[in-house]
């Protein structure tokens, strides 16, 4: 059941579907889509006063740029199947069609230690919550994208999945190797799901962004600030939840009709190589 509902119900609007969606990246995204007018399902580990800010902070969004919306917040820990069918099956009762999913939840290390000494908890509970919870989320959603799909064949329901993802899939940090590598087993996730739902007309992309002002990397500041102005990032700055929800506002309002797949770099450059 829901946790909260903020605004008015608008079945006109677009629906999008956000995994962590109460804080950092996931709120930066749904304020993002918010300022466009969808309506929004957040979903939340544990954090409820989070979410509830959030889904505030949303509708107010939406108004000041001329929209109404409707927001619910629901509780559910992606790794956990009963969890994923009782948040799939909200989405199901609450929605007349889901446009998007962003799979956004993830976590990281509780402590960074070195590569040998990460546990065999620290990695299974990585690997639970950022690969096998949007692995199975996304094949659910997928197949409830598909069976709408033929009723709406004349119309222009166009459903996509995003997924995000980060550029320790493919740097090495030796401190949280069991990130890196859900992060690097995530990756695959994309091309695989991109491929199996093109012929539904469901197009699927990654977002990889990388060094984010976030919750999550408050304790790495003072480590990454004098990087960031040495050049580590072309652009030097630190990227902001909202450079992520710009970038899934585009993927919202299709303007890539013909791909499907991609990667999109958020990384201010990181990611070129340079001599």
Not at 192 to 199: G, H, M, S, V
Not at 203 to 219: H, K, N, Q, S
């Amino acid at each position: 059941m829901t946790d909260a509902a903020h605004g008015l119900p608008s079945r006109e609007n677009p629906t999008a579907l956000i995994t962590g969606g109460s804080r950092g990246i996931g709120r930066g995204i749904a304020i993002a889509l918010a300022g466009i007018g969808w309506n929004l399902i957040l979903n939340y580990a544990g954090n409820r006063g989070a979410a509830e800010e959030t889904a505030q902070i949303c509708v107010a969004q939406a108004g000041e740029t001329g929209h109404t919306i409707h927001v619910e917040i629901v509780q559910a820990d992606i790794s956990l199947a009963p969890d994923r069918d009782r948040l799939v099956n909200f989405a199901r009762q609450h929605c007349h069609r889901l446009d998007l999913l962003v799979n956004n939840a993830g976590v990281a290390p509780e402590q960074r230690v070195d590569l040998l000494e990460t546990s065999e908890a620290s990695f299974d509970r990585l690997m639970a919550i950022d690969v096998k919870g949007p692995f199975f989320l996304t094949q659910q959603v997928a197949r409830w994208m598909i069976d709408q799909c033929p009723a709406a064949a004349s119309s222009t329901y166009s459903p996509q999945i995003v997924t995000v993802g980060s550029i320790s899939a493919y740097t090495a940090s030796v401190n949280r190797g069991e990130y890196c590598v859900a992060k690097a087993a995530l990756g695959m996730l994309t091309p695989l799901f991109a491929t199996r739902l093109a012929e539904y007309g469901i197009r699927v992309y990654e977002l990889r962004p990388g060094i984010i002002a976030t919750d999550m990397t408050e304790g790495v500041k003072a480590k990454y600030d004098p990087l960031i102005d040495g050049g580590l990032t072309p652009i030097r700055r630190w990227g902001s939840p909202l450079d992520v929800g710009k970038a899934v506002v585009g993927i919202a309002q299709h303007l890539f009709p013909f791909s499907t797949g991609e990667v999109i770099n958020i990384d201010g450059g990181f990611h070129l190589r340079r001599l």
